[in-house]
């Protein structure tokens, strides 16, 4: 099967950093990628990982090791408008570009 | 500015009535999908098509259809609506062959 894990919920504090698991079993892998949605909208794209390694993109960074089926999503300087749900997703092997979503993680960040 | 635009925001309709969720993509991106959105589960895929007059069944296509007649609209059909099928909507388009998906804005549907 086909299986994507992030944890639910996460706090954190602003000025803070926080770093948002994802594991993945899938049957074939052709990158990773982070999104965020804020509540009542749609999801935005925020990185791509295909390759071992760390991608940075300002205060957001995103590591994949693909021998052990992770990524994680780091973001440094919290602010409150980080304060939203991150998804997880798979693009697994075969055609159409179909991806795989986690559950998504919701990070709430206070004052 | 690239966009999906979904032809509702909300939407209440009445169990066995048939749906119709429009997306427009103005990007001639050749690969659409249609997925909802449940806490806890995340998004699941229902359709996706890959061409005009081409589709292909996703996760959970159970109760739905699609129609793409032109290449920017992609059509989700509810064939009679049922109330485990009030869920958020969300429309996306992508190249072939590159992985970044754009999104519509999402349609909240609830079958009372």
């Known amino acids: 099967g086909q299986n994507i894990d992030q944890p639910t919920e996460m706090t954190a504090t602003e000025g803070a950093i926080v770093q948002i698991n994802c594991t993945y079993q899938?049957?074939?892998?052709?990158?990773l990628f982070w999104y965020q949605q804020h509540a009542g909208e749609a999801p935005t794209f925020l990185s791509y990982?295909?390759?071992?390694g760390l991608e940075e993109k300002g205060r957001f960074s995103s590591f994949l090791s693909r021998s052990k089926g992770y990524s994680y999503l780091l973001l440094k300087e919290l602010q409150m408008k980080d304060s939203a749900s991150y998804l997880c997703?798979?693009?697994?092997?075969?055609?159409?570009?179909?991806?795989?979503f986690g559950a998504g993680t919701r990070l709430a960040v206070h004052p | 500015d690239v966009k999906v635009t979904q032809s509702s925001r909300y939407l209440v309709k009445r169990t066995g009535e048939k749906v119709f969720l429009e997306c427009v993509q103005d990007?001639?991106?050749?690969?659409m999908f249609w997925y909802r959105q449940d806490p806890g589960l995340g998004l699941r895929l229902i359709y996706f098509?890959?061409?005009?007059?081409?589709?292909e069944k996703g996760d959970i296509p159970e109760g739905y259809s699609v129609s793409r007649e032109k290449k920017e609209r992609f059509s989700l059909i509810l064939e009679s609506a049922s109330t485990n099928q009030t869920s958020m909507y969300l429309c996306?388009?992508?190249?072939?062959?590159?992985?970044?998906?754009?999104f519509g804005s999402g349609t909240r549907l609830t079958v009372v």
């Open positions: 899938t049957s074939g892998f052709n990158g």
């Open positions: 098509s890959y061409d005009v007059k081409m589709k």
């Open positions: 997703a798979v693009h697994s092997s075969g055609g159409y570009n179909k991806l795989i």
């Open positions: 990982n295909v390759l071992d």
């Open positions: 996306a388009s992508s190249l072939t062959g590159m992985g970044g998906y754009t």
């Open positions: 990007m001639d991106h050749e690969n």
